[in-house]
């Protein structure tokens, strides 16, 4: 079993959709959680961090339920440029710099 | 500020060949690290150091070594080059008091024919 699983898509959806991708990790020891997005043949960047109580950022809403193992990422009203793969991200160890990155799940928003 | 900069951006080896692809920061982050990434695979972790001098291997190590003799930089040798290892690699340096805020580089595209 991977260390951190994502479904991954394609989602298709049109502008305005509101879309949700999870995650799930199998080490309940992880303290750290991140989502990234990746747009086509470009390096990864980081989109939010995932907290406890969740968080908030514009469009973007980030869920942890540590009981379950599960992340989630929801995007509201779907723009054409949130086109791209959304990476789900653990921090393995503390003080390594070590993340564990899902396979990603592609979004694919249309006009 | 030039971030994390990777070199070449493109390659082509025979199976059998070495080279290095070269990573270097400018931020003075104490982590980096190396990932491939493949199809329906996502990313792998392949070696990382906590700070100069210190390596350590990753999920996928087997094929590749690496050094850290300045903080700078972080080079990653292909030993002998296969087609398995035909790969998209990210170098990636992270801050100590940021640990999950990776900053990537834009990529090394080998193809190993």
């Known amino acids: 079993r991977k260390e951190v699983e994502q479904d991954p898509g394609p989602f298709n959806v049109p502008e305005g959709a509101t879309v949700a991708f999870n995650c799930t990790y199998s080490?309940?020891?992880?303290?750290?959680f991140f989502w990234y997005r990746q747009d086509c043949r470009k390096e990864p960047k980081l989109l939010m961090s995932v907290y406890s109580s969740g968080n908030e950022d514009g469009r973007f809403t980030a869920q942890l339920n540590r009981a379950s193992q599960y992340i989630s990422l929801l995007i509201r009203d779907s723009k054409l440029s949130d086109s791209a793969t959304y990476l789900c991200v653990v921090y393995g160890s503390s003080n390594t710099g070590k993340l564990i990155f899902g396979q990603g799940t592609t979004l694919q928003v249309k006009p | 500020n030039a971030g994390v900069t990777q070199t070449p951006k493109f390659q082509v080896l025979k199976t059998g060949q070495s080279m290095t692809l070269q990573c270097a920061q400018d931020m003075n982050h104490e982590y980096m690290s190396w990932y491939r990434q493949d199809p329906g695979m996502g990313l792998r972790l392949i070696h990382y150091s906590v700070g100069a001098g210190i390596t350590d291997q990753g999920e996928v190590p087997n094929g590749y070594n690496v050094s850290r003799s300045t903080t700078e930089d972080f080079p990653l040798r292909l030993l002998s080059a296969a087609p398995s290892q035909t790969s998209v690699y990210f170098c990636?340096?992270?801050?100590?008091?940021?640990?999950?805020?990776?900053?990537f580089g834009q990529g090394t595209r080998l193809t190993v024919v």
């Open positions: 990636a340096s992270t801050p100590w008091d940021r640990e999950g805020e990776a900053f």
């Open positions: 080490n309940s020891a992880s303290q750290s």
